[in-house]
């Protein structure tokens, strides 16, 4: 759902290479159940991890299309086995009897042409690590394919959790009491899970990085503790600010991935000269951070604290 839950998106998917139209039917009928319910969903969407055999997709259609509507993807003999194989599954689920029980078959087979014209197929054909890259805006971040695995699957033995909660014979009056299921994870949630596992901190439990304490040691050797802490505040402040401002998360990430591999091709550099070295225009995208060379400097050991950490971990 978006923010103010107004929208609604239903996403599942399938994790089945040998698909065909009748089986993709069949596939749908959770998302079809959803669409004769009294909630309204925008759109419907099942991600599968391949495309369809090449008989069966629209000649107009690009052939690495990654998301597309059913009914302008598939040819129209493919779209009639699509229905026949959705047709039987509603009538094959006991959870859908009442709704089979009062309408006839004409009536469905009607409903099911309305549901495909807001039916997607999704074309997820990349590992699952190229998956925890795209949260960060970037393909191309130079990380350990089995950190990134690692990652992904920290991400999914978390989302099984969620699955765990027992909502069974709750109804929900309004939407967003959807939220207070506790059944969901906030975009933000993951982003910050994959940036605290590659920097190796979390930032979120007010930690400062060794290089940016001696940083400070050597630069404000003459400051009260109460101006340390205050720093430190400032500092911590900045980076949570930055990574939740929705409004500039491309930024946020391409500024990272900027910094983590110039850290990464200068391993002897300092953070303050990794500053020095990071170009002008990186550094005024950041809106919360380019108006302080402490700060950005904070986020620049961050980065290169684990980066190391990284090093060490997976090059032994």
């Given amino acids: 759902m978006t923010e103010k839950d107004e929208i609604l998106f239903d996403v599942q998917s399938k994790n089945d290479k040998n698909m065909s139209p009748k089986k993709l039917g069949r596939y749908l009928v ?51 086995k ?34 495909l014209s ?24 130079n990380v350990d394919k089995v950190f990134l695995k690692n990652i ?9 959790k969620l699955k765990q909660i027992n909502v069974e014979n709750l109804t929900l009056n309004v939407v967003s009491e959807a939220v207070d299921l506790k059944k969901h994870f906030v975009s933000e949630e993951l ?7 590659i920097i190796m901190l979390d930032f979120c439990d007010n930690s ?3 290089n940016f304490v001696y940083y400070v040691t050597r630069n404000y050797s003459d400051f009260s503790e109460w101006e340390l802490k205050e720093l430190y505040t400032d500092c911590i402040d900045s980076i949570r600010k930055t990574i939740f401002d929705k409004n500039s998360k491309k930024v946020f990430w ?34 919360f951070l380019r108006d302080s060379e402490d700060v950005y400097i904070y986020f620049i050991a961050l980065i290169q604290n684990g980066v ?9």
């Fill in 30 to 80: 959770t998302l079809f159940k959803n669409y004769v319910s009294s909630i309204e969903f925008d759109s419907y969407y099942l991600t599968i991890p391949c495309n369809l055999n090449e008989k069966n997709i629209k000649k107009n259609v690009h052939s690495k299309s990654k998301t597309a509507r059913i009914i302008d993807y598939l040819e129209q003999d493919a779209l009639r």
């Fill in 208 to 210: 400062l990085p060794l």
């Fill in 152 to 160: 992904f699957n920290e991400i999914r033995d978390a989302q099984n």
């Fill in 82 to 115: 699509v229905g026949e194989g959705l047709f039987e599954e509603i009538n094959d689920k006991t959870y859908l009897n009442k709704y089979v029980k009062s309408n006839t078959d004409v009536v469905i087979k009607d409903e099911i042409n309305k549901f």
């Fill in 118 to 141: 807001k039916t997607y197929v999704v074309i997820l054909s990349v590992e699952h690590e190229q998956l925890v890259l795209n949260f960060l805006e970037n393909k191309s971040l």
């Fill in 191 to 197: 982003r910050t899970l994959v940036f605290n596992r």
């Fill in 308 to 316: 190391k950490g990284y090093l060490e971990e997976y090059e032994n």
């Fill in 254 to 287: 391409t500024t990272f991935c900027e910094i983590y591999n110039l850290i990464l091709n200068h391993p002897n550099l300092s953070i303050t000269e990794i500053y020095q070295k990071l170009e002008r225009n990186f550094i005024d995208k950041m809106k």
